[in-house]
């Protein structure tokens, strides 16, 4: 009895969430590999002239100067609001303005403007411009996180649907679940028989990859949901921090930034590069009306969850705090890691690619599952018709 009521359960979120979990699971086997893809698709837009590669001692412009570089690059009302910049003597500078329209109820009117400025930083030459709302990893993402349907509808229709995926895959281990801890039925539930019949492959696809997949759909499900509930992140994160042995230090002394430029966000970011020259990547957010500036550097590639932020103060440009995921309390370590686990890059290729995995499997069970309840029916109506004659 209980079986068949968790069955019906998973049949019907099954039924209304499957399109959506098909489309996420897809546009998240790309974007696992976004990072790699784009620069090896777009090597003119994310990599400067040879001639400056050579010159390793060269020093990057002031950066109020390329920031004033990249806005003269942009049309009259859009505004650059962040800047993605890289220590490797190869790499351009990215200058991000965006800007948003929270109400929007299509992807076209979501984005009043996304564009990216990428810039020489040791020349000052633009070297591309790119329309990032038609971008195609842009579109893979916006079209992974709310449908291209914007924030408002898109972006709670996939949540909604992740809540369903995640209640599938304990739905779907309680039905795997054998009855009696045999060998055969065992073998049955983890293994394949490709001398059997189609349909009941399909239902073994079904079965056994949902099994060996529920680790990773289980991860996939909860680190989405922390980005679409921030309070459920926050939650999550106050709990482990109560586990917490590390403990925030009561009086730090900060080193003096020296103030040799006009600009006190030049002088924190010269100050920041030396600090960290072999850094991964560094992402200033321009702020106007906070009191401080912030710079973000990422550790080691590809890797959100290992960090140094910085704050300065913008009037004398000191710094004002500093965290860092080295001393970060549990729960705040694991929040900080959510990108990392959301998208496999925390162990490199090795686990990008089973995530790519995991998220093919997560793709299949919307259609085998399908496939079964359509043969259900199909098998349900011959019997009807039957027992008519």
């Not at 777009?42 to 002239?49: F, H, M, S, V």
């Not at 999550?236 to 040799?260: C, D, G, M, R, W």
């Not at 919307?366 to 309840?373: E, K, L, S």
Request: proline fraction near 3%.
């Amino acid at each position: 009895m209980v079986k068949k009521s968790v069955l019906w359960l998973h049949k019907w979120l099954g039924l209304l969430s499957g399109l959506v979990v098909l489309i996420v699971s897809l546009t998240g086997c790309v974007y696992v590999f976004h990072d790699d893809l784009k620069v090896l698709f777009y090597p003119d837009k994310y990599y400067i002239a040879q001639q400056s590669v050579n010159n390793q001692s060269a020093q990057a412009l002031p950066l109020s100067t390329l920031t004033a570089i990249a806005q003269n690059a942009l049309p009259d009302g859009e505004e650059v609001s962040r800047i993605d910049l890289y220590p490797a003597k190869d790499r351009t500078w990215i200058f991000r303005a965006v800007k948003t329209n929270e109400e929007a109820l299509t992807y076209a009117a979501y984005f009043k403007y996304n564009k990216r400025v990428f810039i020489d930083p040791y020349t000052g030459k633009v070297q591309a411009i790119e329309n990032s709302k038609t971008e195609f990893f842009q579109l893979v993402l916006q079209l992974h996180m709310n449908l291209l349907l914007g924030k408002k509808i898109g972006h709670t229709v996939v949540s909604v649907s992740t809540i369903m995926f995640l209640i599938l895959t304990v739905t779907g281990l309680v039905l795997w679940w054998p009855k009696k801890w045999k060998f055969k039925t065992l073998k049955k539930g983890l293994s394949f028989d490709f001398s059997v019949k189609w349909k009941r492959l399909n239902y073994d696809l079904h079965n056994v990859l949902g099994f060996y997949s529920l680790l990773f759909a289980l991860l996939l499900g909860f680190t989405g949901l922390l980005f679409s509930y921030p309070s459920l992140k926050e939650f999550y994160s106050n709990s482990f921090n109560k586990l917490s042995t590390n403990e925030p230090a009561k009086t730090i002394f900060f080193n003096t930034v020296p103030q040799q430029k006009a600009s006190s966000l030049d002088n924190a970011l010269v100050y920041t590069l030396a600090k960290h020259p072999f850094a991964d990547m560094m992402s200033v957010r321009l702020k106007k009306n906070e009191d401080l500036h912030d710079i973000q550097v990422r550790i080691l590639k590809n890797r959100t969850g290992s960090f140094v932020w910085y704050y300065f103060n913008k009037n004398n440009g000191q710094i004002a705090k500093i965290k860092s995921s080295n001393e970060t309390m549990a729960g705040d370590w694991f929040a900080g890691m959510n990108y990392d686990l959301h998208t496999g890059s925390f162990g490199g290729i090795f686990t990008k690619i089973l995530y790519f995995l995991a998220s093919l499997v997560c793709a299949s069970l919307p259609v085998t599952g399908f496939i079964i309840w359509l043969n259900k029916g199909k098998k349900a109506k011959k019997s009807k018709s039957f027992k008519a004659k």
